[in-house]
């Protein structure tokens, strides 16, 4: 991609929001029914709607091409709003889940949980690749917190990039501060903290890391490969340090079966990579093309079920002229 340009991840993301959206947004999560907090913010989304022209054209982008990936109709204004809306109910349910107000009966049973909850019973840890689809922040609730394991076993060490969710993160600290006791930095991935990273696993954390997005900082650190049929920028060193630590490798995404209902039950998708790592250091990272292809077409997968809970509203995709 041409550098001269203001990368799309040099910009602050959607969700670190401003202080008093922050406060108004928890003040409706702590006193209010759930169905008058959906009509709410659906009122409000719409105002915000119409001002956000940027937002609603990287939408409408995203969602043709779910559309053309699917054979559904090309994508209406209303589903750009329905995109919006459901991004606004997420940062709810974010909300709702550090609070404490969802439990393991929120959660929708399926074979591919109660294999990993097996898992998780057997003490060694795994490195789960999430995206920004759905809530997977809903699952990390559910974890060991000051000894009381909502889903047996669970401990869960994220990997975030502070900097640019800073206003989240301070909010996050003061609803659940335990949630931010193994919170790493992603920005200070070095050789010291993937030695800790090994650790945690050693020791049955699960390490969860976002594989979609870049990073202004390593605009260089960057792998292509083709998203939905065309060509789009991926972290490197998220699979880089997957390669490398030797552990399982899972992908997860924490979805509203409901897309509008914040009494929705959650599917908790989840799927074993297949791709296994071996070798020298340069062998293994041929071994990741094969992996984030894994990733990649979990996520296509998910985005098709469920196309408003992946929440990118950025110019993700190269553009035509710069494609080979």
Excluded at 2 to 26: A, C, I, P, R, Y
Excluded at 123 to 142: C, P, Q, T, V, Y
Excluded at 249 to 257: D, E, K, L, M, N
Aim: contains cysteine; proline residues 4%; glycine residues 6%.
């Amino acid at each position: 991609m041409d550098n001269s340009q203001e990368h799309w991840s040099e910009h602050k993301e959607v969700s670190s929001g401003t202080s008093w959206t922050f406060t108004f947004m928890l003040l409706m999560a702590k006193y209010l029914p759930r169905p008058l907090i959906v009509t709410i913010s659906a009122i409000i989304c719409f105002f915000f709607f119409l001002g956000a022209k940027p937002i609603r054209k990287n939408s409408r982008a995203y969602l043709e091409k779910v559309a053309k990936a699917t054979g559904r109709k090309s994508p209406t204004t209303l589903d750009c709003y329905k995109h919006v809306l459901c991004f606004a109910l997420q940062m709810l349910e974010k909300m709702l889940s550090w609070m404490g107000r969802l439990n393991v009966s929120d959660l929708e049973p399926s074979p591919e949980l109660k294999e990993f909850q097996k898992f998780l019973t057997t003490g060694h840890g795994a490195i789960l690749l999430s995206s920004h689809l759905g809530n997977l922040d809903m699952f990390r609730s559910l974890g060991d917190i000051d000894g009381n394991a909502k889903i047996k076993d669970l401990r869960i060490c994220p990997i975030v990039d502070i900097e640019s969710t800073s206003k989240y993160n301070d909010l996050l600290r003061k609803l659940n501060p335990e949630l931010m006791d193994n919170l790493i930095n992603a920005s200070d991935i070095g050789v010291d903290s993937a030695i800790m990273i090994k650790d945690k696993i050693d020791k049955g954390y699960l390490i969860v890391i976002a594989g979609d997005r870049t990073s202004a900082t390593n605009r260089g650190r960057t792998l292509r490969a083709k998203f939905f049929g065309e060509w789009a920028e991926f972290p490197e060193g998220t699979f880089i340090l997957a390669s490398i630590l030797g552990a399982p490798v899972y992908f997860g995404a924490g979805i509203r079966c409901k897309n509008f209902s914040l009494n929705s039950k959650y599917e908790f998708k989840i799927r074993k990579a297949s791709t296994q790592f071996s070798g020298s250091r340069k062998e293994r990272k041929q071994q990741i093309q094969p992996l984030i292809e894994e990733y990649i077409a979990f996520v296509e997968e998910c985005c098709c079920e469920h196309p408003y809970q992946w929440y990118n509203f950025f110019d993700f995709w190269e553009k035509k002229e710069q494609q080979p």
